[in-house]
């Protein structure tokens, strides 16, 4: 069965570092985000990704955060200058259309020091 | 309070048992997700139910919605040990494709 797969599952980083975190969304979706989930809180909404360009995006996601498909496969979350409180689990998501399930992948435990 | 809230936070019961779970939204839906959550763990999709429907079955599970109360609830019947997680809601308004989600319920199923 297809599946969105994430990598790495567990990242930890100095803070002030550059992180990327990678996703391969179900190959015949169109729609991709990022979400996050602070350990304890709920799962919050960063980024969503259709054609190619940002459709939408939260007010966390700031200057610090960029995202990329870079080919056909990958779509990727990029934190420039990480902070503590970016530790979290973050979580890609891939869906076929906008009312359609959406799929997550197993998550990226991001941890800044 | 939020989009998506579910109650109870935490349910504890014992294998073999139904347990209910709730979840209330505030706007209007296009359609709304189950969710469950091992700790620590991915998000695995269990069922979506459009505005348009009602009940929805998947196996054990039992989804209803009313969105004359903007309310719905996820029914696991017979539970299991195993069915032990947190069970989130998710909901999907208008244009926006982004989901938004409620805190959760803590499930407990004690063997």
């Known amino acids: 069965e297809p599946e969105v797969t994430q990598t790495p599952s567990h990242q930890v980083t100095q803070m002030g570092q550059e992180v990327i975190l990678r996703c391969v969304p179900i190959s015949n979706h169109l729609y991709f985000y990022w979400y996050r989930q602070i350990l304890g809180q709920k799962v919050e909404f960063l980024v969503s990704f259709y054609n190619n360009e940002i459709s939408e995006k939260s007010e966390i996601f700031d200057d610090q955060f960029s995202v990329e498909r870079p080919d056909g496969s990958n779509f990727t979350l990029k934190i420039r200058s990480t902070k503590l409180e970016d530790s979290a689990m973050y979580f890609c998501a891939s869906r076929e259309a906008t009312n359609t399930e959406a799929f997550f992948g197993q998550g990226t435990r991001l941890t800044v020091v | 309070s939020q989009q998506g809230e579910e109650d109870p936070q935490a349910l504890s019961i014992q294998e073999g048992e139904n347990a209910t779970m709730n979840c209330s939204y505030k706007t209007s839906i296009n359609n709304l997700q189950w969710y469950r959550q091992n700790s620590g763990r991915g998000l695995v999709h269990l069922i979506l139910i459009r505005s348009n429907e009602r009940e929805k079955h998947s196996g054990r599970l039992r989804v209803t919605l009313d969105t004359s109360k903007k309310s719905s609830s996820l029914l696991i019947t017979a539970s299991r040990a195993a069915d032990t997680a947190s069970y989130f809601c998710?909901?999907?308004?208008?244009?926006?494709?982004?989901?938004?989600w409620g805190l959760g319920t803590s499930l407990a199923v004690n063997p």
């Open positions: 998710a909901t999907n308004a208008g244009n926006n494709r982004k989901l938004i």
